[in-house]
């Protein structure tokens, strides 16, 4: 018997299998698949909203505290702080203080991410500035950056100059950094089409590394932005003046000098409402514009 003779014979063997319908699923009793979300759900899901709740309570928990201690020398209550603060704010002093200080961070900030640019470019461009760069951060990176604060003064005197100096130090090792971190990072795929397309040198970090590296690079963004802030606030609370005008940590030195506690807790409230500021608007609006729209970052 041949094999075609064989498969017929098994497929006439095989039974047919009879067609049969199912009745579709009452699915009433189920319930909705989709309805509005109550307010409650809705204020829950709000990122805004449940950080306000965070900070609101934060604040009864120091108004509480302060009320049981009932020390205002040693511990201010949150009602005293902000009345120190709303006044100093309405007459200005607050205010210029906050000015004099966010012109030496922009200074010393901008001119940090220019030089990170800089050592990163010339890193990922040849082997000799990557040992380069891996060198002076290794070297620089964990010197802390208000420990350069008197030789500042030596080189740039009682001034912006030195804040600038310290500020460039906090700000240039992490992002660079960080930088190189996301640099290595990007994969070999869109390195080899960069290359393809006769990307080379400049064109290449900014069609290629920067866009594919980019959430690496806003982490550093954020660390440096920290460590220029706090150097800052830190730098001014030694020698914060310069022409005859004292930035937000000299002001804070100010009122600890008076014994003026609720000044204090003022100066502190400002630090943190300006890196609150900065953090959950600037780089809020930055990661969404960037990395959350590219669907690198949920």
Sequence with gaps: MSMATLGRNEGTALARRPEFEIEPIDASGIGEVARPLSAMERIVNNDALRKVAILIALAIVWELYARWLNNPLLFPSFAETVATFVGDLSSGTLIDRVATSMRSLIYGYGTGLALAAVLTTVAVSTRFGTDILNTLTAMFNPLPAIALLPLALIWFGLGIGSLIF?????V???VSLNTLTGFRAVPEVLRMS?????LKGLRYVI?????AGFPAILAGLKIGWAFAWRTLIAAELVFGV???SGGL???IFEARSELDTARVFS?????ILIGLFVESVIFRAI???TVQRWGMQH
């Design 287 to 289: 990661e969404k514009r």
């Design 172 to 174: 240039l090792w992490a």
């Design 194 to 198: 960069g290359r393809n397309y006769g």
């Design 207 to 211: 069609h290629i590394l920067i866009p």
């Design 267 to 271: 100066g502190l409230l400002a630090v």
């Design 166 to 170: 310290v500020i460039v130090h906090s």
């Design 242 to 244: 310069s022409s005859r």
């Design 249 to 251: 940590g000299w002001y």
